[in-house]
Each structure stands twice: as C-alpha cells, then as structure tokens.
C-alpha cells in the first residue's frame, strides 16, 4: 500500500488550453482524498493523468514507492470507477465481478472467494446470478464499484461515479462508498463538482480553481477558516454571504452596522467581508441590546420545513474586481439576485425553526462579530 504523490503536475492541451497548472498534492497512505471544483476546473484531467489515461506535460506522479508517470494504466496498480461505468451485459453480475481476475488467471478457488467477498460487502449476494439489465440504477452502480474492488490495486481512482444516480440514491450510496472506504482503507482519490459530496466523503479535500489547487484541508478546516474567498463562496450551502466593507478605526463598517474587528485583523480600507446563512439569527430576547443588528426587509421566503432561508437586499455594495470574480464562479447567482433590481448586496439568512416568515416582513439579524470573515479585495486571500 501507499499513498499517491503530484510534484508540478501540469496539463497543457493543443491550443494553449492549461487544464491543470503546476499541482503539487499528497495523498496519504489509506487517505480519501476529493478533488472538487467548478465545471472546467481540470479534475477530471488530473485523475486522468493519475490514472495514465492523460500525459502529464510537466511534472512527476508517483503512486506507493514508484514513478509511474511514463507508465501505461494497467501497470499502475489502480482501479478506477467512472460516471459512465460499462458493465458488460450479456454477464451474470458473477462474471462482471469476476472479469478482472479471470485476465489476471486468478486461480479459480482465489477467484469464487473474493468475488463472494465483495459481492457480499455490497449487498449484492441475491443478485449473483442476474444481468445487468435486470438490475435497478443503484445496483448497477454497486458492481462497477465492486468491479474496482475485487482487485486489491494500490489506489482506487473515481470520477463522479454518483452522478447518474437520483439524488435518493445518490445520498445512500454516498454512505455506503463512506462504509466501504473504513473497511478497506485503500487510498482514494475522488473528483466531484458536488461541493455536499466532497464534505462528506473526504478526509481531505482538495479545491480547485483553473487547473491550480486553492486550498487543500479538512472538510471542517475549509468551511471554518477557507483561505480565500473563492473558497469561501463554494464551501457551504447556502454560500457564504459577500459585500463590500470598510475598515476604520480599528471597527469593520459594512451594510449600515458596525462591528469590532476579528481577532488577528489589521487591514485598513476596502474590504469584502463575508458572513454564513447560518451565522445569522433573528434577534431574541436572550440578545444583549448591544449586539450589532443589521434591519432588513425579508425579498424572498423559502420554506424547507425544519428551516427558512430569507433573502434580502443589504445597504452594500456587491463585491467587486478579480476576487469577486472568483466568488461569483464559485457560487451559481441565486434567482433573487438575478431578479433584483438594484446593485446592492443580497444575502440569505439560514433560519432553524418552523417560524413562519413573510415577504415583506422587517426583521432585526444579529450579526455575531466572531463569524464575520474578511478578504482582500484585490487577490481574494483571507485577512483573518
Ligand atoms: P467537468 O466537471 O465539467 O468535467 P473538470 O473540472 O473535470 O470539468 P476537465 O475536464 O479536467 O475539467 O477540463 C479542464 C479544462 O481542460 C477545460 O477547460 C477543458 O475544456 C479542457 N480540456 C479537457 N480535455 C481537453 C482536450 N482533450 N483537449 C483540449 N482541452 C481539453
């Protein structure tokens, strides 16, 4: 076993077109490791390239202790699971689980034992001796999975292997991927544009911007302290909250209120600060009367059951320049901010409860200071 390395990786396709650019990444020894971006990215290109399926321009690959970068894929010791798996469908779901020993000559008693095994890890011991085409969506996909784990390969590599399934089946088999990766700890790399996805499976993940990794962390690191604001805005769902702000006199005025400055923050001037749908409460009477409240007027009212999002336009400016660039790729423009008819900022307000909100209503936030975060307006870094 052993873990995959990327040193100055980089991808360049006829035309100039630089899907992956100078990637340097290590994945540990038995570490679920998500590549997760926009569409365009180049994640798909870079486990392609892990995989052998796509040269690499610059740089070296190397998975466990050995240089496989000029290697062709089946020398690799991987297995790979794919969006748009083929299973072959005049075979038995016995033999499609089998196919990869039966070319290796995996000796007949090894064969029937591991073929039993992952088909029993997967559930798929009743369906043994039934055609593909007589499977449902999720069990199909769970013999392309298991068609990559009856070998024991060095790395399992998987490129959206969820997406074709609807979105019940999706949240199960998310799980169960989870449950499998416990079991057998085989070192994963694994790409989505599912930003849900990616926070769930991986140990770490890895989010890429323009074929360069912006940041690459624990689930809860990237949601808690993301390093940029690109990040900021793709991390979380709801996205995170972005206006325009001002630094002075060591207080951070943004949107009409004014908050004192987080620990550690010594920027003066424009800012964009951003706040979480979540880090938003309406106030109650538990509030000091001193907390800063932003007042606002409630544009849109989405009830989800167990909570609303509020959305409403704040006294600020959208953020501007190359970081609101990257904030506005991250996160697809909400229909209230499409519809809106002026420039200022819309947020959304992330509210726990059954309370019932109206459109049009007046409502009092509180904004906890702690939860503001601050980014440079210029290169997108985070000031915190
Ligand atoms: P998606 O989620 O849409 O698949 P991705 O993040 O996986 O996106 P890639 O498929 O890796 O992105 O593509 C990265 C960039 O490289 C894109 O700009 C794409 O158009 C370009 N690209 C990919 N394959 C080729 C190719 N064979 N020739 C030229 N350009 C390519």
Redesign the pocket.
């Known amino acids: 076993m052993g873990g995959i390395a990327l040193e100055g990786v980089s991808k360049v ?2 035309g100039d ?1 630089v ?1 992956v650019d100078d990637v340097d990444l290590a994945v540990g020894d038995g570490e679920f490791m998500v590549l997760v ?1 926009p ?7 870079l486990l392609r390239m892990v995989a052998g399926l796509e040269g690499v321009s610059k740089g070296t690959i190397r998975i466990g202790d050995r240089d496989v970068t000029e290697l062709a894929p089946r020398s690799r010791d991987i297995a790979m699971v794919f969006q748009n798996y083929a299973l072959y469908p005049n075979m038995r779901v016995w033999d499609n689980l089998a196919f990869a020993l039966k070319l290796r000559r995996t000796p007949k008693a090894a064969m029937r034992e591991r073929v039993g095994d992952v088909a029993g890890v997967l559930g798929l011991t009743e369906l043994i001796e039934r055609k593909p085409g007589a499977l449902s969506g999720g069990q199909r996909q769970r013999v392309a999975i298991g068609r990559a784990m009856v070998r024991e390969p060095q790395a399992y590599l998987m490129d959206e292997p969820l997406s074709n399934l609807d979105a019940k089946l999706r949240v199960g088999m998310r799980a169960e991927l989870a449950r499998l990766h416990d079991r057998l700890g085989v070192t994963t790399i694994y790409v989505t ?1 599912d930003q849900v996805e990616a926070m769930t499976l991986g140990d770490r993940v890895a989010v890429l911007r323009d074929g360069t990794v912006q940041q690459c962390e624990t689930p809860e690191k990237l949601f808690e302290e993301p390093g940029n604001v690109f990040v900021a805005a793709f991390i979380g769902s709801p996205a995170m909250n972005l206006a325009m702000a001002d630094v002075r006199d060591g207080r951070l005025h943004v949107a009409g209120i004014d908050v004192p400055l987080p620990d550690g923050v010594r920027h003066g001037g424009r800012v964009i600060a951003g706040i979480r749908p979540q880090d938003m409460r309406p106030d109650g009477p538990e509030d000091a009367p001193g907390a800063p409240r932003l007042r606002v007027e409630l544009e849109v009212v989405e009830r989800l059951g167990a909570e609303s999002h509020v959305i409403f336009a704040v006294d600020a400016q959208k953020p501007a320049g190359e970081a609101a660039a990257a904030a506005d790729e991250a996160t697809e423009e909400s229909d209230a901010t499409l519809l809106a008819a002026d420039n200022r900022a819309r947020f959304t307000a992330s509210i726990p409860g059954r309370r019932r909100f109206a459109t049009g209503e007046v409502l009092d936030l509180i904004v906890p200071p702690e939860a503001v975060y601050l980014f440079d307006p210029e290169t997108g870094a985070t000031l915190r």
Do not use: D, L, M, N
């Open positions: 396709f006829p077109v899907a971006g569409s365009g990215c180049g994640k798909s290109t544009h």
